[in-house]
């Protein structure tokens, strides 16, 4: 069913996913880009165009919150963006952290960790880290990750029957991180309220 949608998305839709996985980092790119790399390799996508796409897509989500930092600052961005759903305040706070600690680097570096990877892009931006530098760590970091993935994909191509069993593990994955996101969203709902 995964491999279907991600086929049905093309190479394009599948920048646009990864554009909207920095935006909402919950997405899981874990998921889609190891499967357009398997896609790939059955000669569905094309895999240099996956691997551009995807890398585009990363680096415009990262821009966009970039520009939020800058233009809103960083208090005033996390504020607004803890509201959203399935994402935590602690998630920027980390974020945040991460980039005090290492500067610059932690652009690139942060593109590798889960949960740093989509929001170190706010502090970045509030700090006025210079848009080349910004540019060019995010795009060799988001380059990095998403190759490394859409190329395990790929790897595994090789091997039908493993790859068969992957996607349908990772149908029931996706499954279950959905029904957990929405006991996640109640509860969170709940303590709002009950904070009041």
């Known amino acids: 069913m995964a491999a279907q949608a991600i086929d049905a998305l093309g190479e394009w839709g599948v920048g ?3 554009l909207a996985e920095t ?35 990363a680096y415009l989500g990262a821009l966009m919150l970039y520009w939020l930092g800058a233009r809103l600052g960083l208090e005033r961005s ?10 935590d305040r602690e998630d920027f706070d980390n974020a945040a952290g991460w980039f005090r600690r290492h500067g610059r680097s932690s652009v690139f570096f942060g593109r590798l960790l889960p949960g740093v990877r989509s929001l170190i ?13 910004f540019s060019v760590f ?9 190759g490394a993935l859409i190329g395990l994909g790929f790897l595994l191509g090789t091997q039908y029957r493993l790859i068969e069993q992957y996607s ?18 109640v509860v969170r709902s709940v303590r709002r309220r009950s904070g009041r």
């Open 121 to 133: 892009s706010l502090p970045a931006g509030a700090s006025s880290m210079h848009l080349g530098t």
């Open 16 to 18: 646009l996913f990864t």
């Open 138 to 146: 995010t795009l060799a970091g988001s380059g990095l990750w998403n």
């Open 168 to 185: 349908r593990f990772l149908n029931y994955v996706v499954y279950v991180a959905l029904g957990l996101m929405v006991v996640g969203l």
């Open 23 to 57: 935006v909402v980092p919950p997405i899981p790119s874990e998921v889609i880009l190891p499967l357009a790399g398997y896609l790939a390799k059955q000669g569905s996508l094309s895999l240099v165009l996956v691997f551009i796409t995807s890398t585009l897509g």
């Open 78 to 87: 996390i504020r607004g963006l803890s509201r959203l759903p399935l994402v």
